[in-house]
């Protein structure tokens, strides 16, 4: 059974950001803000896969679009991590003074070039404040400087048959200094082969934040298993 959740839909960091999905579990004991470049990403199969997920173990999710609709077709302003990164940093900033969601520990999930503005993001707001980052099919390598000073934990998921964003992100993950990880994931175009790679992407996105942004004893009373047992 779905957890019961609530959605908050008046929030609005500027003139910018006029796009946002803020759903809160009952007990929330973290909080994903998924780093979106565009609306349609905002909207991907595979992102709200994962945030349903995550909400059925009390995570808290936010979905903001960084672009809007009448930014989002600029491929400069797509790859302009610095202004992203920004959008990234409000946002946060945001969630932090929420009178549901403060004092939550915070995660981020990135796709495309919103993996290389969670990491400026993080790397300038400090592990203290965001506790973990996974990075699905995206491009960290565009972080510049900030691969070298995050010392968040980064999970790298990509596709294993993709040799540009492996190689990509293989190059990014030489520059990490925290926790990292890189996994490759098989990708096949049989429609019920597609499921198991969300299932599995998922799962591995799942559990990088069971083990940095949740941890035990931010659930100690709970029954001692993996909140993301499949």
């Known amino acids: 059974m779905a957890k019961a959740t609530r959605t908050v839909d008046d929030i609005k960091l500027d003139a910018t950001l006029v796009e ?7 007990n929330a004991l973290g909080v994903v803000l998924f780093a979106h470049a565009s609306g349609r990403s905002r909207h991907s199969q595979t992102a709200n896969f994962i945030a349903g997920i995550l909400r059925s173990a009390n ?30 940093i409000s946002a946060t900033r945001m969630i932090q003074k929420h009178p549901d969601l403060k004092g939550l520990p915070i995660g981020y ?5 919103g993996a290389a503005a969670a990491i400026c993001a993080a790397a300038e707001l400090g592990p203290k404040v965001i506790k973990a980052i996974v990075s699905q099919a995206g491009h960290p390598e565009i972080a510049g400087s ?6 968040s934990p980064v999970l790298l998921l990509v596709a294993e048959e993709d040799e540009k964003i492996i190689a990509s992100n293989e190059s990014a993950y030489t520059r990490l200094t925290a926790a990292k990880n890189l ?15 969300l299932d ?21 009373d709970k029954p001692k298993k993996h909140v993301f047992q499949k």
């Open 20 to 26: 946002e999905d803020i759903r809160i579990p009952k």
């Open 59 to 88: 995570v808290a999710t936010v979905h903001f679009d960084l672009l809007n609709e009448s930014e989002e077709e600029n491929l400069e302003l797509k790859a302009d991590i610095p202004l992203l990164s920004s959008r990234l």
């Open 109 to 113: 999930f990135s796709t495309d070039t």
């Open 146 to 151: 900030a691969l070298d000073l995050v010392k």
């Open 183 to 197: 996994e490759k994931i098989f990708q096949s175009k049989d429609l019920f082969e597609k499921d198991q790679i």
């Open 200 to 220: 599995k992407v998922a799962t591995l996105a799942a559990q990088w934040f069971e083990k940095y942004l949740i941890k035990w004893k931010d659930y100690r």
